[in-house]
């Protein structure tokens, strides 16, 4: 009976050792093959539907947030949407907000099978599990060598009664509507409750507001939002798209700081 035990113990080490050095090799896997970006004229819209109350949801923050950083320059915008669907579940999401959860059914409507958390849209038309790096990097390099047919232009101004926003479209006439996240790029919270109990979450280009606006026919225009009282032109952005509201394809999308100036856009 105790060599039967022994054994068993043994065999549970042994499994246990060989997890983390699995565990271990995949994360230096990625450190030495950072995300394949390309090096074409396309771009890559990625929204992530997360959570801090779901204990899957912290490895596809992560990757997003190392993506990020290797993007630099390039055309890759990032959104962290956090729904409130886990609020429920022992943890209430400070960031959460039922219109991301909305969207997030929005495109089960359009393509995809399943509403889950992490799930990850890229460019409107396919998706992923949120912390999948090989099944997002190869996306990321079929969408960055594409060529847009269309080109977005965006500024914005902090105002004392909001943020201004002018937009320009150039390229291919488009049909769509003018989708814009208000962002906060950096936040850390310690987590009270929940799957996550006990952890300190990192969290990146959260996003704060979503607003939809119909497209001029002149291609260009301005709108306006309201501005949160937490608001930082330091550690926040803009990231507008053009997005087919019957598709939901993203067809051009760029982003813009939100200096606080006087003067007009």
């Known amino acids: 009976m105790k060599i039967t035990r022994l054994i068993t113990l043994c065999a549970a080490v042994v499994l246990l050792l060989t997890s983390a050095a699995y565990v271990k090799t995949i994360s230096s896997f990625n450190k030495r093959n950072p995300v394949n970006l390309g090096s074409g004229k396309g771009f890559a819209v990625l929204e992530l539907f997360t959570s801090e109350g779901c204990s899957s949801c912290p490895p596809a923050d992560e990757l997003l947030e190392r993506i990020q950083k290797e993007a630099g320059n390039k055309p890759v915008y990032i959104l962290a949407y956090h729904v409130d669907y886990w609020n429920r ?43 999948d790096d090989r099944a997002i990097r190869n996306s990321l390099s079929t969408a960055l060598n594409e060529k847009a047919s269309t080109a977005l232009n965006l500024r914005a101004q902090q105002k004392p009664q909001g943020i201004n926003i002018h937009y320009q479209l150039a390229g291919l006439p488009t049909q769509g509507q003018l989708v814009v996240a208000l962002v906060q790029k950096h936040a850390v919270n310690k987590i009270k409750a929940g799957e996550n109990e006990g952890r300190t979450l990192n969290h990146a280009q959260i996003v704060r507001q979503l607003h939809k606006f119909s497209l001029s026919p002149q291609r260009q225009g301005d709108e306006a939002i309201a501005l949160p009282k937490e608001f930082d032109s330091q550690n926040w952005e803009l990231i507008g798209f053009i997005q087919n509201p019957d598709t939901g394809e993203i067809l051009a999308a760029a982003k813009t700081s939100v200096p606080s100036t006087s003067g007009n856009l």
């Not at 995809?112 to 990850?120: C, E, H, I, K, R």
Request: glycine share 6%; proline share 5%.
């Open 89 to 131: 579940l022992g943890w209430k999401d400070i960031f959460s907000n039922p219109d991301f959860s909305k969207r997030q059914y929005w495109y089960q409507s359009k393509f995809t099978s399943q509403v889950y958390t992490p799930q990850l849209i890229v460019n409107g038309t396919q998706e992923f599990v949120g912390s």
